[in-house]
């Protein structure tokens, strides 16, 4: 049935000026479950893969088994969990099982003790095993992959391993813990598989809440399969997209042609929407109103039998020779566009310090002002040639993708 999903849009000028040359004009899409999928709740099939390497040892891993423990505790026993261990070898501590005995399962992860180096495809390989061990139906199926160190000779494998499971229909959500993991794999390993980009838990305190937040995502995912689409007419061209809301990701070139966007959103949860950005460019146009794109969202509600289900919405804007109206931006759509700007930049900062020791590009005031005050302390050392630590470059990454989860602050 239609209304399962909500589609909003909103462009950053309502009203464009009549001009000889070609405008960029911003349009944001929002979507996510509406109410009437608020008891949906599909069975999970997670698998957790735990890095018990020797650096692991003490707080690290004490911490980690206290997070998986609550993972046990907050299942419903039509869910399945396994967990596997890994080190320069795996193991699987709990086979792919219904989570219906959660005093036994927590004293299997009781038994886990530090040991050996790290060889993460390893675990990864057990992992997507027992995640296939079952015929589930409508089964959301997570990986949740926490390491605190570098894989040894085997990143290509990792990568291939991600891709692997995005065609399985298998998100993997990576967690790097402690300041020592490589950042640029996690992150990899969990675009590719269709999750997301690697999240940082700073110090071994936090692990309870990050564990919590992936099982409560798990839990909220209403919709699957998620697609938006724009189709543009004659004289309108893309630019750019990027994901902005629940992280800022620019969206991969390959996904803008000359008269098509397709920007996959995989899976939707309820209460956390999902947003675009599109940059498109207009070429000279009359007074009136003009379509500058046809939007469509199609989606999956498979435990209700939805396939293929679609919204479609027409994207206009008004050229006009009124300054007064030109004049008028959309202060919500300009305070995305501003902060993905500034996530963008502060990357380019950081890879190029991991790249050459150093950093080289200036920030302008009006990108370092959407920063938090640690952030911007570690980039002005970083402009005045001094070092900043890997915690300090992870802790900045993981920050600036999330700038758009506050907007209040700053909108005129």
Known sequence: ????????????????????GSQLAYVLFETQPSDVMAQVRMPLNFSLVIDHSGSMKGAKLRNVKEAVKLVIDRLEPTDYISVIIFDDTAQVIIPSMPANDP??????????????????????????????????????????LLTDGVTYGDTDRCRQLARDAAAAGISIYPLGIGADWDENLLDDVGQLSGGMPAEFIRSPNDAMNIFEQQVQSAVAVAVRNAVLTLNLPAGVSPRKAVK??????????????????????????????????VELMLDPRPAGLFRIAQAELSYDVPITNVIGERIRQNITVSFSNDANQTSQVNALVMNYAEKANANRLVTRVLDE???TGKATTKLAPNVTRVLDQETQSALEQLSQGQSISQEQVKSIGNKTRKLTQRLDDLLP
């Open 103 to 144: 005093v036994g399962m927590k004293a299997a992860i009781d038994r886990i003790q530090d040991a050996g180096g790290t060889t993460m495809s390893l675990g990864m390989i057990q992992s997507l095993g027992e995640l296939r061990r079952w015929n589930i139906p409508n089964a959301v199926s997570r990986m949740i």
């Open 244 to 277: 902005v809301l629940p992280l800022i990701r620019d969206i991969d070139a390959s996904a803008l042609s000359d008269r098509r966007v397709v920007v996959p959103l995989g899976d939707l949860e309820r209460d956390t929407p999902q947003a675009v950005l």
């Open 353 to 355: 310090y991991k790249r």
């Open 1 to 20: 049935m239609p209304g399962e999903v909500s589609l909003t849009s909103q462009v950053g000028k309502e009203y464009m000026p009549v001009t000889g």
